[in-house]
């Protein structure tokens, strides 16, 4: 069990970047993964990328692969999205979550408040 905060969401245009951050406290065993999910109004929370906290390895969705980077900052225990070349369909509230690498949702133990990303066209 670990608390989450994200920070970074905003407005930016299509073809735009932001960059998404996720601070960690609490329990670091808990901390085997960490993962970014998006809901958009209307449809239901998608898995977006993943990353083994000790290993680094990381996963992607593929509707983001070669646009977003999933890293971390262990100094600062916290979790990066890096978000390129962003498009509308992007639009959504991101959420941290933790516990887990997998795209789904049930697996993950601690989750953040979320943070808007609006991509303008």
């Known amino acids: 069990q670990v608390q989450l905060v994200e920070s970074g969401g905003g407005l930016v245009q299509a073809g735009g970047s932001l960059r998404l951050s996720c601070a960690a406290s609490g329990r670091t065993f808990s901390r085997y993964g960490m993962g970014w999910f998006r809901q958009a109004p209307g449809k239901e929370r998608e898995f977006v990328a993943s990353?083994?906290?000790?290993?680094?390895?990381?996963y992607y969705a593929d509707s983001v692969k070669g646009r977003f980077t999933i890293s971390r900052d262990n100094a600062r225990n916290t979790v990066y999205l890096q978000m390129n070349s962003l498009k509308p369909e992007d639009t959504a509230i991101y959420y941290c979550?933790?516990?887990?690498?997998?795209?789904?949702?049930?697996?993950?133990?601690?989750w953040g408040q979320g943070t808007q990303v609006t991509v303008s066209s």
């Open positions: 979550a933790a516990g887990s690498v997998t795209a789904s949702p049930h697996e993950y133990d601690s």
């Open positions: 990353l083994v906290w000790r290993a680094g390895s990381t």
